[in-house]
């Protein structure tokens, strides 16, 4: 099926750095997704893309939809402690009607 | 944003009992909901896509006798967890679409730990 691949698996970075994190796939996403889920709960959305191309900002979020549809990074700016904790990519293949296939995730620990 | 709600947050039954999780759109109708498990330290994997008044589809490897799934209302959908295992322990997760919203994506619920002695 669907794989999506995420890198790094984890990072360790000190209070104030910037963090890049990125997402791969074999397959063409319609639609690329960036969750934040603490320990204990569920996945927040932060950003949501739907074109090629997209570049969207969140605060300090900021991310990209790649041009061939098979990729999509997210950065960081001036990471706090309180961006810790599982990052997720997820994307669906063609509608926002379709579902979300999640990447594995990228650990972010700040150090303070 | 839209919320979406689980109810129990956590669960701790005997092993060969029935597990049922409730997940519900608090403030606006959900025609599709997605049950998801995640076992620690590991990504969400989709369990079965529920549409409201019919059938869930499962996904592949996913025993649908096992876990029953009911979406009778536009808020609702419940995930019964039949004849439960300690294997069946782990993190489920449900998220909810709004029917209204084209290119709205899904927003997930809190989550229920369930844990099978």
């Known amino acids: 099926g669907q794989q999506l691949n995420q890198s790094p698996q984890s990072m360790f970075i000190q209070e104030g750095e910037d963090v890049s994190m990125n997402c791969t796939s074999s397959?063409?996403?319609?639609?690329w997704l960036w969750y934040k889920q603490e320990p204990g709960e569920g996945p927040v959305l932060l950003i949501a893309?739907?074109?090629?191309?997209e570049l969207t900002s969140n605060g300090r979020l900021t991310a990209q939809f790649g041009i061939t549809r098979k990729d999509s990074f997210l950065n960081i700016s001036a990471s706090i402690p309180s961006d810790v904790g599982i990052y997720f990519c997820?994307?669906?293949?063609?509608?926002?009607?379709?579902?979300?296939?999640f990447g594995p995730g990228t650990s972010l620990s700040v150090i303070p | 944003g839209a919320v979406v709600s689980q109810h129990p947050s956590w669960v701790i039954c005997k092993s060969g009992t029935s597990v049922k999780i409730e997940c519900r759109s608090l403030?606006?109708?959900?025609?599709?909901m997605f049950w998801y498990r995640q076992f620690p330290k590991q990504s969400l994997m989709l369990m079965a896509t529920?549409?409201?008044?019919?059938?869930?589809?499962?996904e592949q490897g996913v025993e649908k006798d096992k876990f029953l799934i009911n979406h009778a209302s536009l808020t609702l959908s419940t995930l019964t967890v039949t004849s439960a295992h300690p294997e069946d322990s782990s993190f489920y997760i449900c998220?909810?679409?709004?029917?209204?919203?084209?290119?709205?994506?899904?927003?997930f619920g809190p989550g229920t730990r369930l844990l099978v002695l």
């Open positions: 397959s063409i996403f319609n639609t």
């Open positions: 403030d606006f109708q959900a025609t599709t």
């Open positions: 529920s549409n409201e008044g019919s059938k869930a589809t499962y």
């Open positions: 893309l739907y074109k090629a191309g």
């Open positions: 998220s909810a679409r709004d029917g209204k919203l084209e290119k709205e994506t899904q927003y």
């Open positions: 997820a994307g669906q293949l063609s509608t926002s009607y379709d579902k979300v296939i």
